[in-house]
């Protein structure tokens, strides 16, 4: 499936409109890899263990839109917006994926 950030997809044309679809994943980051993190961070670096998390996380919810847009009889979503959030005082970490399904010919 075609996913894009993009309202028009160049050489396509939209024949339908299936409305808006959504993913959503939250994903607990575990304390060792919050007292790497802070180590990290008082020294400079980048912490891998939440890119890694953020990494799933945007997965899950991209799979999730993903599905949704299947069972609407969609091949592409376009316009997708992607959020990161953190829930919980930082211990979690929330992406969220919405765009809207659509038929390509």
């Known amino acids: 499936m075609l996913i894009t950030t993009t309202n028009t997809?160049?050489?396509?044309?939209?024949t339908a409109y299936h409305g808006l679809v959504s993913g959503e994943a939250i994903l607990g980051a575990n304390i060792f890899k919050d007292l790497f993190a802070g180590i990290r961070d008082i020294?400079?670096?980048?912490?891998?263990?939440?890119?890694?998390?953020?990494?799933?996380?945007k997965d899950i919810a991209l799979e999730e839109m993903q599905m949704q847009a299947r069972s609407l009889g969609a091949n592409a979503i376009i316009g997708v917006d992607l959020d990161y959030e953190?829930?919980?005082?930082?211990?979690?970490?929330?992406?969220?994926?919405s765009g809207t399904a659509v038929t390509l010919a």
Do not use: W
């Not at 997809?9 to 939209?14: A, S």
């Not at 020294?43 to 996380?57: F, P, Q």
């Not at 953190?86 to 994926?97: F, K, P, Q, R």
């Open 86 to 97: 953190t829930v919980g005082n930082g211990s979690m970490l929330m992406v969220s994926a």
């Open 43 to 57: 020294v400079g670096g980048r912490s891998a263990a939440y890119e890694e998390e953020l990494r799933k996380a």
């Open 9 to 14: 997809i160049e050489g396509k044309r939209i």
